[in-house]
């Protein structure tokens, strides 16, 4: 589930490695001069499509997923959103219209979920997991401790649409820690908000590196680990803050050009309908 955004704490994030403090609002500076010239040269030509899948409701935060179409021929979905069957539903925690379900937002691109090759689950979240049902025939690629902690914890943000993500239907591939999944699409461990969180590093050959941030860093407002406000909805809210630690070193050092967070209304702004 999804932070309350913290208060902005007024010091600047991602002010490492030579990075030019980022404008408000964000939390990442101006690339390193060369770098539009050294990821054309070393990165395929991944494609990347942000998804709007509804709110949550009473609070406005956007659910935020992603869909990569790489050169390989595979369609890579990061996250599902909400339960299909919460589409249209005035009871439903989260507001899903009938056009904003994640099958809806494949079609609107001309795919299906049967074009989908690989869903990289950044949690197990009913948020972020809740239409993994749907996916049947795509290979389900999470961390092994949160599909572990998924299985046996009996923690209520896993039990509570359990049918959705635990099928003997679905296809999953557990891995430990850091991974490249497809060239230019990087799995990286950021756990805290869940047990076994991972996030994605997609090296587009124009925009430059891109960090699909995923519930480790919810909003830009946390991008500072002191703003993340002690919650339930982390599994280890210390855990979360050193994980947000290193990503924003990782986004310092790699000169990511953008981080794509789950639950900011505000990045929604300007978020093009895709980025190469």
Not at 14 to 23: A, D
Not at 129 to 146: C, K, S, T
Request: net charge negative; charged share 25%; with cysteine.
């Amino acid at each position: 589930m999804p932070l309350r955004p913290a208060a902005a704490s007024g010091r600047p994030a991602g002010r490492r490695s030579g990075l030019v403090p980022p404008p408000a609002g964000t939390c990442v500076g101006r690339p390193r001069i060369g770098w539009r010239r050294t990821w054309g040269e070393r990165s395929p030509p991944v494609i990347l499509h942000p998804l709007r899948l509804g709110t949550v409701r009473g609070e406005g935060l956007p659910i935020t997923a992603v869909l990569i179409r790489h050169p390989s021929g595979k369609n890579v979905l990061v996250d599902t959103g909400a339960p299909i069957e919460f589409a249209g539903d005035p009871e439903a925690p989260f507001e899903v219209g009938p056009d904003e379900h994640v099958l809806a937002r494949l079609d609107q691109l001309g795919l299906s979920a049967d074009d989908v090759h690989h869903v990289i689950a950044t949690h197990l979240d009913p948020d972020h997991a809740g239409a993994l049902d749907r996916f049947p025939n795509a290979e389900i690629v999470v961390q092994r401790r949160e599909l572990e902690a998924a299985r046996t914890s009996g923690a209520l943000r896993y039990e509570w649409q359990r049918a959705h993500w635990d099928s003997e239907a679905l296809h999953y591939r557990a891995v430990d820690g850091g991974t490249t999944l497809l060239d230019g699409v990087e799995l990286v461990d950021s756990s805290g908000h869940s047990a076994g969180h991972q996030s994605v590093l997609v090296r587009l050959p124009r925009t430059g590196p891109v960090l699909i941030a995923g519930d480790a860093i919810p909003t830009a407002e946390v991008c500072d680990p002191a703003a993340r406000p002690s919650s339930g909805h982390d599994h280890d809210v210390e855990a979360a803050r050193q994980s947000t630690r290193e990503l924003m070193r990782l986004v310092a050092e790699q000169g990511i050009a953008r981080i794509l967070h789950s639950h900011d209304a505000e990045q929604w702004r300007d978020l093009r309908a895709s980025y190469d």
